[in-house]
């Protein structure tokens, strides 16, 4: 039997890279640098040719059975995107009521730039197109899993370009639905803020601001059963 042929590698040549030291330093300083932004330089606009990398970026996720089950969508009409920031300070009302004794914390917070940042995109988990690989257990997880795949991407390519994004999730994914036409099984699951900042945080805001610390490693790594 001949061996089986090998897929034919990209066009663009990017198959078979080696990557040196200095690009792994590259990558782990991005990874380190990447922050949630929620404060962004008003009055902005990002580049077509910056926002079409970042977008390719995104589409280049991996995803359950190859489903790619993201929709990103462009925000440019400015009725929209107040429309969206109301339904943003809407949710973030009812969060505060929610949390009760931290309400006045939370609302201290800066939790979003949907009205400054320089360019909005909403990112839609498509429809179900009843992909099977992969899914057949856990079908809605596995391609929110790949949705979220893409929007990764997104933050660690806005990053490297030296632009912040913030993921927004403080929302009724019903209303911005009707806001934005979705079809019927589709769901909007990030408000995306990109743009240029005035300066990256050096950690989480959350832990800046003192809401919460986050965990160490060690607590997250385990060998063979649950840890603890
Ligand atoms: C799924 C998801 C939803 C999020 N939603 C919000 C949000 O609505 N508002 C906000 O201020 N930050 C939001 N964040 C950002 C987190 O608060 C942030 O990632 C976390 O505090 C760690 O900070 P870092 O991303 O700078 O490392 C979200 C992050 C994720 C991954």
């Avoid at 910056?50 to 970026?57: F, I, N, P, T």
Wanted: charged share 20%; with cysteine; net charge negative.
């Amino acid at each position: 039997m001949p061996p089986p042929e090998l897929p034919t590698p990209a066009p663009d040549g990017v198959a078979d890279i080696h990557f040196d030291a200095q690009d792994r330093a590259s990558l782990y300083r991005v990874l380190h640098a990447r922050r949630d932004m929620r404060h962004f330089l008003p009055g902005q606009a990002v580049p077509p040719q910056v926002l079409s990398r970042l977008l390719q970026a995104a589409h280049s996720a991996p995803s359950v059975g190859l489903m790619q089950p993201w929709r990103l969508i462009r925000i440019e009409d400015p009725a929209l995107r107040e429309g969206i920031a109301r339904l943003v300070d809407a949710e973030r009302q009812a969060t505060a009521v929610a949390l009760q004794e931290r309400s006045a914390e939370f609302l201290a917070l800066k939790v979003e730039g949907v009205r400054e940042c320089a360019e909005l995109l909403v990112a839609v988990l498509a429809p179900d197109d009843g992909t099977l690989f992969g899914r057949r257990t856990m079908p809605r997880d596995m391609a929110l899993c790949s949705a979220a795949c893409a929007i990764q991407n997104l933050w660690l390519a806005a990053r490297a370009e030296n632009l912040g994004m913030g993921w927004v999730s403080l929302f009724d994914p019903v209303q911005l639905g009707q806001l934005l036409q979705l079809p019927a099984g589709a769901q909007a699951i990030a408000v995306l803020c990109l743009g240029p900042v005035p300066a990256f945080y050096a950690r989480p805001m959350l832990e800046l601001q003192d809401w919460r610390q986050g965990r160490p490693l060690a607590e997250m790594v385990a060998t063979d059963r649950w840890p603890g």
